[in-house]
């Protein structure tokens, strides 16, 4: 399986500002997604992060919130945009990999306090 | 991708096998039945996962009935790191959707 680390692994921001989520994998992956988790719930996928072109969302995430971008095969990043406390959260990146089966493996996330 | 129930919450003695059951009842033929786990908000760890037959790795056995309706995770001799929230989940091949549900909490005791 791939190595996947996140940047930050926590961070505690102001309401109003951004921050930005830095996912690297140590070998070229197929796929990129980020997914949410908000405080006591399960996880929900956010984007798929797209090389060279704009990142699908999933219903009720839009790009303004959460832009992505993803330059190449082995790196991705999500900002929140315009934080406020509802988005608290832990944030994960999880990769499926090149000439691989379909499983999906996770970083070890980012988690988010927003004051 | 189809829907999956497990149980809240389960008990486990340390040092025997936790077996944990999920139910898939609407599994379409290509659907793949994956298991995943997460330990105390870090990311979810991928277990093992199974189409029709049964599956051994170096973490578990994954037991799929034959109608593929259910299917059971097994850990071995479950220790205290084994303690997390357990999750099933149904998995298209080429949809790259995986839906989490609410999972189950195993807790391992001493």
């Known amino acids: 399986s791939a190595v996947i680390s996140q940047k930050p692994s926590r961070d505690i921001c102001q309401r109003g500002t951004s921050l930005t989520i830095q996912c690297q994998v140590d070998s070229q992956v197929t796929m990129m997604f980020w997914y949410r988790q908000q405080p006591g719930q399960s996880l929900t996928l956010i984007a798929t992060?797209?090389?060279?072109?704009?990142?699908?969302?999933e219903s009720g995430f839009v790009i303004d919130k959460f832009p992505i971008s993803r330059p190449n095969l082995t790196f991705s990043t999500l900002t929140v945009s315009n934080m406020s406390p509802e988005d608290s959260s832990i944030y994960l990146c999880?990769?499926?990999?090149?000439?691989?089966?379909?499983?999906?493996?996770f970083g070890p996330g980012t988690r988010l306090t927003v004051l | 991708d189809a829907k999956t129930t497990q149980p809240t919450s389960m008990d486990c003695a340390e040092g025997r096998a936790a077996n944990l059951p999920c139910n898939h009842s609407?599994?379409?033929?290509?659907?793949?039945v994956y298991w995943y786990r997460q330990i105390h908000s870090q990311g979810p760890q991928y277990i093992i996962h199974g189409l029709k037959n049964n599956e051994t790795n170096e973490m578990a056995s994954l037991i799929i009935t034959e109608d593929r309706k259910s299917s059971t995770l097994i850990l071995p001799h479950a220790t205290l790191r084994d303690t997390a929230v357990y999750y099933c989940i149904v998995y298209g091949a080429g949809s790259y959707q995986l839906t989490f549900g609410k999972g189950t909490k195993l807790s391992v005791i001493p």
């Open positions: 992060a797209n090389q060279g072109s704009e990142a699908t969302y």
């Open positions: 609407t599994i379409s033929g290509n659907e793949y």
């Open positions: 999880s990769v499926v990999g090149l000439g691989s089966t379909d499983t999906q493996y």
